[in-house]
């Protein structure tokens, strides 16, 4: 069941616009330290992500080094076969529209044959984070908005839960930190204090009903500005 927001919130590029959230959010609970696991093999980027224009442009822009950087040709990042993915109109995604990172085999793990063509092949994570930071770069400028935001998602002006949560499918679901605090830092970036401090006292009522506490937030992977 969804909760009204007092008012419609706008993420920093003008999509999506959030007016209601799953409560959901603030109780369901999963390891939430990423980088810190070391059970999951990244199976939760075995399927490529969406990614919006703007993050699609800004890596054309760099292409020829991240190109050089991930040893595998601009032409197979994306998705753009008409009759697969292409490029799909979507109010909802920042610059209106937004395709999918492509999937490639992959060998490092016994759990899934293909992974996103970012994830790194031999060790541990996305390769646009991790080219990012190496270059003081800004990772909101670059990897797309749905993988900072994940393990919550957006649909119909609605924050939920992924839908990995849904399926039980997400390998790391289970004790730790909740959906929301896990990532309580990008809801700031994207959508501004004003609607962090809106979700802190629904999430405080919301609790209370239920007498649990206030989960505490884990370190998130770090993020460098430029």
């Known amino acids: 069941m969804s909760l009204m927001l007092s008012r419609a919130y706008t993420a920093r590029d003008g999509a999506p616009v959030i007016d209601r959230i799953d409560p959901r959010i603030f109780t369901l609970t999963y390891f939430g ?26 890596l054309e822009a760099i292409a ?20 697969d993915f292409g490029v799909i109109p979507e109010p909802e995604y920042p610059g209106g529209e937004y395709t999918r990172t492509s999937v490639v085999p992959q ?21 646009i984070h991790r ?3 190496e270059r003081n770069i800004d990772v909101h400028t670059l990897k797309p908005m749905v993988c900072i935001l994940f393990p919550l998602c957006y ?15 997400l390998v790391c679901q289970g004790p730790g930190v909740t959906l929301y605090r896990s990532v309580r830092d990008e809801v700031i970036y ?6 962090a401090a809106e979700l802190d006292r629904v999430e405080a009522s919301t609790l209370a009903t239920l007498d649990l506490p206030v989960a505490s937030s884990m370190v998130p992977l770090p993020m460098r500005s430029s």
């Open 155 to 169: 649909a119909d002006g609605e924050i939920h839960p992924a839908l990995e949560l849904e399926t039980d499918e």
């Open 64 to 83: 020829p080094e991240l190109e050089a950087y991930l040893n595998v040709d601009r032409k197979h990042w994306f998705r753009t076969d008409p009759e």
């Open 33 to 58: 330290h990423c980088m810190a696991c070391e059970f999951c093999e990244d199976s939760c980027c075995r399927f490529g992500a969406d990614i919006e224009m703007p993050k699609l442009r800004a």
């Open 107 to 127: 060998v490092r793990s016994e759990q899934f044959e293909e992974a996103c063509v970012f994830l790194d092949p031999i060790g541990r994570g996305c390769r």
């Open 131 to 133: 080219f990012a930071l």
């Open 190 to 195: 994207y959508f501004g204090l004003e609607m």
